[in-house]
């Protein structure tokens, strides 16, 4: 069984976004992100980490296959 993880980060200003459009946020990047990068579509969001930083959180999500 091949595994594999891939990280992609993404930042986003919290001054825009409360709880609700955070998640919003994410489910429309990761739609995004293996339209555009085919071979995403092997793979599956495995986890989400979060990094806290003044005014904007780093967002980390894991794919794995």
Excluded: W
Excluded at 16 to 30: C, M, Q, T, Y
Excluded at 41 to 53: A, E, N, P
């Amino acid at each position: 069984m091949d595994n594999n993880l891939l990280t992609i980060n993404r930042y986003l200003d919290l001054k825009r976004f409360n709880s609700l459009h955070l998640i919003d946020e994410l489910r429309l990047f990761v739609k995004k992100v293996k339209k555009i990068n085919p071979c995403l579509k092997s793979y599956q969001l495995h986890d989400v980490g979060f990094i806290f930083k003044a005014d904007i959180v780093l967002i980390k999500l894991y794919f794995y296959r």
